[in-house]
């Protein structure tokens, strides 16, 4: 009896070290395996491509801008022209001061001018011309008769004048960007260079040649369409120092050109 009670007190204790005896055969029991991937998985995962840097646009040099102009100007086919002598010490003009020019012309040959002048004994007065092809007719008042006026006798040459100017801008030199402008409510790139006076020929027939004139131009910046043109410096032989002329332009705008009725002198 005394066995049996001692054995039965060791009980507690057998059933100890049997839970231990568990709880370390499961703590040593192997881990799970991790899967690794097989070469050929590896080499089947998508490459991470790295995102190119965009490239950034080159900005329009002078000769781009310019040449982008020349070209508009030779695909207009009406124009609104204006000119005055900023400083009214050019050479006279038919004996008078010139003080501005306004002209509508439509591609190739017609042309409708409004000249202001200051006229010794006179004082001021508008010269109109009216010229369609070979024909032209010219007025000293507006009331005065019209009177035939010959083809080389124009004081400007505006036939076909949208290449003239495409030709003026395309021989330009040194020219380089100034900077941004408003004109007329228009945003404009400046753009500043040299040309001569041989180079007005085709539009201003009588200019002498041999003098170096800066040209400013101001281009629309939205599409290149040539706004304004400052012309500083001589175009004449008697031209006085420093004269400077201003053009405007605005091109592909409504003209009505006819010519005069002669007999009734309107």
């Known amino acids: 009896?005394?066995?049996?009670?001692?054995?039965?007190?060791?009980?507690?204790?057998?059933?100890?070290?049997?839970?231990?005896?568990?709880?370390?055969?499961?703590?040593?029991?192997?881990?799970?395996?991790?899967?690794?991937?097989?070469?050929?998985?590896?080499?089947?995962?998508?490459?991470?491509?790295?995102?190119?840097?965009?490239?950034?646009?080159?900005?329009?040099?002078?000769?781009?801008?310019?040449?982008?102009?020349?070209?508009?100007?030779?695909?207009?086919?009406?124009?609104?022209?204006?000119?005055?002598?900023?400083?009214?010490?050019?050479?006279?003009?038919?004996?008078?001061?010139?003080k501005s020019m306004e002209a509508d012309i439509e591609t190739p040959d017609s042309v409708r001018m409004l000249v202001s002048v200051v006229a010794p004994g006179l004082g001021f007065a508008r010269i109109e011309i009216l010229a369609v092809g070979d024909e032209a007719y010219m007025k000293f008042s507006e009331d005065a008769p019209w009177t035939p006026l010959p083809a080389d006798e124009m004081p400007f040459n505006f036939r076909s004048v949208g290449m003239t100017l495409r030709d003026i801008l395309n021989g330009v030199a040194a020219g380089s960007i100034v900077g941004r402008e408003e004109v007329d409510g228009v945003d404009t790139i400046r753009i500043d260079g040299d040309v001569t006076s041989d180079d007005m020929l085709v539009l201003i027939p009588d200019a002498d040649p041999g003098h170096p004139i800066i040209l400013s131009v101001w281009l629309d910046e939205a599409d290149h369409t040539l706004r304004q043109m400052r012309l500083d410096g001589k175009l004449f032989d008697d031209d006085g120092a420093g004269t400077s002329r201003l053009l405007s332009i605005s091109v592909n705008v409504p003209v009505d050109i006819q010519l005069p009725d002669v007999a009734s002198g309107q």
């Open 1 to 98: 009896m005394s066995r049996l009670r001692a054995s039965r007190r060791s009980w507690p204790v057998i059933a100890l070290a049997m839970a231990a005896l568990v709880v370390g055969v499961a703590c040593t029991s192997d881990p799970e395996p991790v899967e690794t991937p097989t070469p050929t998985q590896a080499a089947s995962a998508p490459a991470t491509t790295p995102t190119p840097t965009p490239t950034p646009t080159p900005e329009p040099t002078a000769d781009d801008l310019l040449a982008s102009a020349a070209g508009v100007l030779a695909s207009m086919s009406t124009a609104k022209l204006e000119m005055i002598d900023e400083h009214e010490n050019g050479a006279k003009f038919f004996g008078t001061t010139f």
